[in-house]
């Protein structure tokens, strides 16, 4: 069994944890309901996003369960937060008793104020590598949609925190089983932009592997 907490904060972009929620919980749905997905946050009013949308959290910093992954957004509110002893200190502790520490976007922002970052390769936003790097002590790896260093694994913007997901759940419970995760949710990145293709269309061809 594996509990995922999904770190939440005003301002936090959506798909940077909706993405990995929809794969945690398919994830779970295809493993017979054995594992846990829940959403934490400072407090449990509702947390408004980045684009506005609002969502419940389930538990506050204080009262979820044990964590075996955390994964912490990116998005506007970081900037913010990174100054938040409560969810910095939070990220710390986690990080520590968790078996994986995850980010996406500028949620690496929070871990590299926390530590877990700290002395890492990682990935983060293309729009924000510079600012991460200038902060020192990590390498920011520009060219790669997700990063894996030990047990902290990070991501680029957005929807490469799907990337991210299914590699978790692969590293987890097997590729195989990541595979059918990801055709599940029909999840196919390439090409990025079907506008570049005849009327938008191209053949629909089975997926062979984990990219």
């Known amino acids: ?15 940077d944890f909706v993405g990995p929620w929809e794969v ?3 994830s779970r749905a295809m493993r017979g309901d054995a ?12 947390v408004r996003c980045a ?3 609002r969502v419940l959290p389930d538990h506050t910093l204080t009262s979820h369960p044990p964590l075996d992954v955390l994964l912490v957004p990116g998005g506007m509110g970081t900037r913010r937060e990174v100054d938040n002893p409560a969810i910095t200190g939070w990220i710390r502790a986690m990080s520590a008793a968790a078996g994986w520490t995850t980010s996406v976007c500028t949620g690496v922002l929070l871990l590299h104020e926390a530590g877990p970052a ?5 990935a983060t936003h293309h729009g924000f590598e510079d600012a991460l790097e200038a902060r020192g002590d990590v390498t920011v790896v520009r060219d790669a949609r997700y990063v894996v ?15 991210m997901a299914l590699w978790l759940v692969g590293a987890l419970h097997g590729r195989d089983h990541a595979r ?9 990145p ?10 938008g269309v191209r053949p629909v061809a089975p997926a062979e592997s984990l990219r």
């Open 1 to 15: 069994m594996t509990t995922y907490g999904l770190l939440v904060f005003d301002g936090a972009e959506e798909l």
């Open 24 to 26: 945690f919980t398919a």
């Open 35 to 46: 594992d846990t997905v829940v959403l934490v946050a400072e407090q449990l009013d509702p």
């Open 51 to 53: 684009k506005g949308l």
């Open 118 to 122: 700290r002395g890492r390769r990682v």
């Open 149 to 163: 260093d030990d047990n902290v694994v990070t991501s680029q913007g957005v929807s490469a925190g799907i990337d």
């Open 180 to 188: 059918q995760v990801r055709r599940y949710i029909q999840y196919d």
């Open 190 to 199: 390439a090409p990025p932009y079907l506008a570049d293709e005849p009327a």
